[in-house]
């Protein structure tokens, strides 16, 4: 294993624990800061990995001043800690919009933005903006090929649109295109797939100007397409995955040239067979996503995870494998930001490889306060 991630004094961390590396979470930020070419505002970093208030602070003594995410809570928590320049990439439905009214009105210093990809949508949101005598700034959500959300380029898209900018309570302020379905290895064939969503926004801009409507504002991609995103002019890039990276990343994406900065610490609980251990790492503890491997062993050679329940993981080991009952196990997982959710707090580690205590998962919680 490497001996960043080994832990001094690991007897005093309780396990199943999420600890993260501080010193790499800073060469994280480092990188993807180097990644824009110090242009900071070309960055709007995803708060849905580490939902943390201490790594906002961070991000914003390195310069970033602007965020994404995906939550009212995480709205919140952005809000509370001084960012005024907050996109909130999800849908507002049913007594959600009420709630992010409010919470606009709690914080009118922070300048909140939401997305739509409904006409139905932008009518609730108009009707109750307008009763509380408020303004919302609001992104049309473009889908480029993932189907998730979104709209197509198109008449409907442009409808959309076009019913915000009528709306007096509603400000059209851009678009908004999430492309998590480039999954492209080779960073030549990941380029081309930009290039093809890019080419679907100017054609959306292009229908967009042809009815005399601004689109002042692009926010695109993630962290496997932030490189290409990154030298796009006029288009904000916001990763989310970089600041604490993990396996599923690191192996697919070696270019990114980020590094994972977050691991799961767990202890062998049973040895049922010489060739078998059990781990306390259920998935309440590492997330249960993707399927098949879902997390890699760093500290134990030629293992095999195989059957995981809530609180136990069954590793096949080679026989003669020195293992003894209470050993420390260290695991990256294959995708952190799931992970990072089923844990309240994590345990922070030095340069020296020391725990200095903890921080809380602030925003792994939806109810705001």
Request: with cysteine.
């Amino acid at each position: 294993m490497d001996q960043k991630y080994r832990i001094q004094n690991v007897e005093n961390i309780p396990s199943p624990a999420l600890v993260v590396y501080l010193p790499l979470v800073q060469q994280n930020i480092a990188r993807a800061i180097a990644t824009v070419d110090g242009d900071v505002k070309k960055l709007r970093p995803h708060v849905k990995t580490h939902k943390t208030a201490e790594i906002i602070e961070m991000e914003r003594e390195a310069g970033i001043l602007k965020h994404k995410c995906a939550t009212l809570r995480e709205a919140e928590m952005l809000a509370q800690n001084g960012i005024e320049d907050i996109l909130i990439a999800y849908q507002m439905v049913g007594p959600n919009i009420n709630r992010f009214l409010l919470l606009q009105q709690r914080y009118p210093n922070a300048d909140f933005k939401v997305i739509v990809d409904h006409l139905e949508a932008v009518a609730a949101l108009s009707t109750a903006a307008e009763k509380l005598g408020l303004s919302v700034k609001v992104m049309l959500d473009l889908d480029v090929g993932m189907n998730r959300t979104g709209v197509p380029v198109g008449d409907i898209a442009v409808e959309i649109y076009e019913s915000i900018d009528r709306s007096d309570s509603l400000q059209p302020c851009g678009l908004h295109v999430y492309d998590g379905h480039i999954h492209d290895e080779d960073i030549v064939a990941r380029r081309d797939a930009c290039n093809q969503s890019l080419a679907q926004v100017e054609e959306m801009q292009d229908m967009l100007s042809a009815k005399g409507l601004a689109v002042p504002l692009i926010v695109m991609g993630g962290t496997p397409t932030f490189p290409i995103y990154a030298e796009t002019p006029g288009v904000e890039a916001s990763p989310g995955t970089f600041i604490f990276h993990d396996y599923g990343y690191t192996t697919r994406y070696p270019d990114l040239g980020f590094i994972p900065a977050a691991l799961l610490l767990s202890r062998v609980i049973s040895i049922p067979t010489p060739n078998r251990i059990t781990l306390d790492l259920g998935h309440k503890a590492i997330a249960a996503d993707p399927d098949g491997v879902r997390g890699i062993i760093l500290n134990i050679d030629d293992t095999e995870v195989d059957t995981q329940h809530e609180e136990h993981w069954a590793v096949n080991v080679p026989k003669d494998t020195p293992i003894q009952i209470g050993q420390e196990v260290y695991v990256c997982p294959t995708h952190i930001c799931p992970c990072v959710a089923l844990h309240p707090f994590y345990y922070l580690i030095d340069a020296d490889g020391y725990c200095q205590g903890t921080w809380e998962v602030a925003a792994r919680n939806r109810s705001v306060s």
